[in-house]
């Protein structure tokens, strides 16, 4: 067996975009360079889409218009990217968009709807810590996520609006992923709060296997035992297994199934392709469905590679 810096998947990942470079060499390497880091944002896809964005701060037509070249979802896919959280114009737009904050403490980019959206906060509260939010600015927003917790431990973008109290693993995931960035980068605010609602809602992942219907088995949604990127706002098995090992647990047997659906989608010449992504405009455009696709390759390594003793 080749070494992983010897590996023809690996030196494949070495000759793609920046982005992946830079992680690659971080995350399966172990040899992370930062001044790779600083490439990211000059060259590759993310450069292409840090030039689209307006003059006044936003991308797309604002907050979170449209899908998927609003500020919102560009941030998210910008984080995805690595770049360096110091990037003024990733930071700016963090503070545009917190001003958007609703009467129940969440941001809130609707005019119409009262009910601030827990899915959408869990996901910009990622992005808003990664990109180094002080904890003052994050204070209600957390306050008002964990407020949303439903009686299975999970999190419903529709419980404070249809009183909905059963979890969405889309949801879940995303204010998993949020907790996780929010903890990691040091913030006191409830932190203790923050830790159990985590390990609450990653039990309650843990509980369907991550992807499966508790009564029967089955995908939750056909959609799920696909694999995509970038994931948005939507889960899928390899998402949730992102969210699950960043949030510590790697061993837990529960996983297996789904590592067993992860690595069943591998070709046969060591990479993994893409499905069709999520309809929609995009800055970027990524690898077509089908054929062997650098991100997923990365991510779907980096997942087995914590998973490694399952």
């Known amino acids: 067996m080749a070494r992983v810096g010897t590996d023809p998947v690996v030196q494949w990942l070495l000759r793609t975009d920046p982005a992946v470079v830079y992680q690659v060499r971080r995350d399966l390497l172990d040899e ?3 001044s790779e880091r600083a490439l990211i944002a000059r060259s590759g896809s993310a450069a292409v889409i840090l030039a689209a964005r307006r003059p006044d701060g936003h991308w797309g037509q604002g907050f979170y218009q449209p899908k998927w070249t609003c500020t919102h979802y560009t941030l998210l896919e910008l984080r995805d990217h690595q770049i360096d959280p110091g990037v003024a114009a990733c930071r700016e737009a963090v503070a545009l968009c917190l001003e958007q904050m609703g009467q129940d403490g969440g941001v809130n980019p609707s005019g ?35 407020s949303e917790q439903v009686g299975d431990g999970g999190f419903n973008c529709r419980s404070n609006r249809s009183g909905c109290r059963v979890s969405s693993v889309h949801t879940t995931c995303s204010v998993i992923d949020g907790f996780t960035e929010y903890l990691r980068a040091g913030h006191g605010h409830r932190a203790d709060d923050v830790e159990a609602a985590r390990g609450a809602a990653v039990e309650c992942l843990l509980a369907r296997r991550l992807y499966q219907q508790k009564a029967t088995g089955e995908p939750v949604h056909p959609e799920v035992v696909k694999l ?30 789904t590592v067993d659906v992860l690595r069943g989608r591998r070709r046969p010449d060591g990479r993994w392709a893409a499905n069709a992504g999520y309809p929609g405009a995009t800055h970027v455009d990524y690898t077509r469905a089908g054929t062997p696709n650098p991100w ?15």
């Open 32 to 34: 992370g360079d930062p």
């Open 296 to 310: 997923v390759t990365l991510r779907a390594l980096r997942v087995i590679r914590a998973l490694s003793t399952l």
């Open 112 to 146: 119409t709807i009262t009910h601030s959206d827990v899915c959408i906060n869990g996901m910009f509260l990622a992005v808003a810590a990664y990109f180094r939010a002080g904890t003052p600015d994050l204070t209600s927003l957390v306050d008002f996520i964990l």
């Open 228 to 257: 995509h990127h970038p994931p948005r706002w939507h889960f899928d098995v390899l998402r949730g297994l992102e969210v699950v090992t960043a949030a510590g647990v790697t061993h837990d047997e529960r996983l297996r199934p």
